[in-house]
């Protein structure tokens, strides 16, 4: 699987850090998922999370009870 380019996933999201916690959590989100179901074994889930969010399949929130500015 090739690796997106930074300016690709860069025009998806407002800033760096957020692209890092996004990608984070929906892999920690595909390993639970990998533990219930019988996924690829070869296919790392940060990387799948990175195709997701190239692709448009991933979208993120923020959340405004915390007061943080997205």
Known sequence: MKQPSLDILM???DSKYTLVIVVAKR???IMEE???E???KGV???SISL???SQ???NYECNP???VQC
């Open 11 to 13: 025009s998806k999201v």
């Open 34 to 36: 990998a533990k219930h």
């Open 44 to 46: 790392k889930p940060v």
């Open 65 to 67: 009870e915390l007061n």
């Open 51 to 53: 195709e997701e969010i």
């Open 38 to 40: 019988d996924l690829a």
């Open 27 to 29: 892999a920690r989100q």
């Open 56 to 58: 448009n399949h991933l």
